[in-house]
């Protein structure tokens, strides 16, 4: 071969190797800047769901030092066994449809009333639907508890001197109370950031829509539900999803707090279930069988509910 | 800058490594140290092991330090530790509020508990698989001989499984029978003269209801304990003798629960849980209330507060059948993870339950004393005793009392858990009580595979 022509392929290889080098880093190179971010989504989520899904195959008191015994399918049959599952599943889905009202219906009706206010009245309404939000669980349950007492309770008291009631009730260890007053509380908790995410939602509608339904001579009524809740409803659709997927979690602190699944179990929900399972049993295993099936349904939820949001959300841009 | 960043990575990866090989050794430290703790008994050893220049620091989680009304005491006792033996001999106490499940979820965290103050029922659950101990495997044999000589046989009987001690009785009570001298009064009736049996209590507790409007009697539902000394008051068990099958649904079981169910559908129960009836008692506006002697201390404050007299009666029985009362209260039990731990353990126990130990539970929380003889010696509580009548009615009852069940390992807390839930269910509601108990007891049996 001719020497100069040798010459130049020599040349010209090195440069497609070095070409080749630079054109795979420049498509590695955002994938570098993702790994932290993927590293700590696998060790804080990915992993821990995996644990739970091997778990729920072995009988475990989570004590250090002790060995998990494979047990196979057993917790999964002793769950269904067990004498709080079903009603706990009953409950879930109580609090779930409960919670609603709090977390959608109330919270769109308020932010809407409260838009058109001016000034500091505005603000001051809202921080007054926003003050249970930022209150601490514990403080708002022993507030209740204080309110709700079976015959110190001021609600009682009112109940009896107003002539509603002819005894006390015990509202937290009453099975046809218990669960209403979780609900009750976890609502009243939950309208102050649902009102949050509605007002802000409200800014963004462009208020000449307004101008011009006003000039065609649409009521206040009529613009609300042809207008405000067409162009809510991509808000909507976020709020219903995340009130249907964390009900359960939010209404967790005031069942530990005020009656403790109780009386015989009517008002625990399958989060309480999980939690009494893994620290009052200490069977993870179990706990670990619950998990994975609520996951496994509530996953179930979680998309039908984005397909019905992509399907009915409106968006105005 | 290279040279910086050099640096930092070495000390990354030394940390790193350190902090891998460090979880790898610890179940071989904890093992060695159980493996050592059994072989100990001499007690030279014992003592050098404790160093006053260098305190060695014990947890102890106490289910009293969450009660008002016990809070100072058990603080008392612990501080009253600190500063006398603990500072002569090396030891200090740390008292962790507990919830009767804090301790369980600290095991499990990997944190050090070394003393429970634990419950007699779930006892047998936590020596299988909570890495409790046996007193005899790691406390001097002598030593032991001579504090348990001080106890009444059937105390120290409580806490022991297959003839070894993994529990040591504490703190200690019967239910009596509160009363609130204001509402008796007010309802033509004598508070120095309680009744007796289960029929003369709802009696008084209807005239109470009727004179005052306010709730004669209170026993919640979800006590945890006053339960069985119901139904073994009218004859019946809760479990068979070998523990292998629940037998709560006997005639004698339900007619039991059946009696007490009377006070709900009568009007005059006070209701609620347990948490709810103590502080409508505290309030004033319950009469009668079967609780432990453990909120003897809080009730008298109460009773001064609110300008009224505590009286006490024995509990009340079937008839001419004398009651058969339980006794609520705790253990001790004991999980050291070294010798010297062991040993710090062992200076805190005698301690709390020795005479003075015993003095401050019994004066300022209200329990009773497991060292009967300090209560007729006038150095320790002959005194208080007599100027607190009421404990003698604990006193007196403890010659008829029957341990709780201890529900058997494995399935302990489910068991007792659906035990409680059925007796809820049929005493606060309109159910059943044959039907709900004979459905509780099913499950159990199911659970104990009989």
Known sequence: MDPIIANDLMTYGKTVKKDRKTQWFQYVKPYLFLLPAIAIIIFWVYKPLLQTLQYSLYKWSMVPGTQP???????????????????????????????????????????????????????????????????????VAIIFQWLLHPSNGLVNHLLLTWGITSDNIAFFANEAFAKTMIILISGWKMIGFSTLMFSSALSNIDFQYYEAAKLDGAGSIRRFFDMTLVLLSPTVMLMLMISVLFAGQWSFAYIDLLTTGGPFGSSTNIFYLMYKFAFNDLNVGLCAATATLFFIVFGIIALLMQFLSKKFAFYDN | MKKMNK??????????????????????????DAATSSDHTQQEEKESLLDPANPIKVTFYSYSLGYPTMKSGMEHLINQFNDSIGKEKGVVVEGVVDDYTKWKTDVQAGNQVDIVQHTFSTLDNSAQSLGFKAYEDIFPDDELKEQFAAFTSNALSLGQIQGKTYGLAFTFSTPILYINSKLFEDAGLDPTKPPKTWDETLAAAKTIKEATGKDGFGLAPDNGWTTEGILFSNGANVLNDDQTKAVFTSDEGVEALEMWKAFYTAGVAGLGTDKDLMQEFSAGNLAMYLQSTSLYSGFKEAAEAGGWTLYGGEMPGFGDKPSVPVNSGSCLAVRPDSDQKAAAIWEFIKFVTGKEGYTIITSEIGYLPLRTDITDDPAYLKDYIDQNPILRTNLNQLTRMRPVTIWPGDVATEASAIFMDATVQSISTDADVKKVMAKAQDQINDLLGS
């Open chain 1, 69 to 139: 015994e494979y047990v196979g399918l057993a917790n999964f049959t002793k769950l269904f066994k067990n004498k709080d599952f079903i009603p706990a599943l009953k409950n879930t889905v109580i609090y779930i449809a409960g919670m609603l009202p709090f977390s959608v219906v109330l919270p769109l009706f308020i932010a809407a009333a409260t838009h058109d206010l001016a000034g500091k009245a505005k603000n001051l309404y809202r921080a007054l639907i926003f003050v249970p939000m930022i209150m601490p669980p514990v403080a």
């Open chain 2, 7 to 32: 640096i930092i990575s070495t000390i990354i990866i030394v940390a790193l490594f350190t902090s891998l090989t460090a979880c790898g050794a610890k179940p071989d430290t904890a093992a060695s």
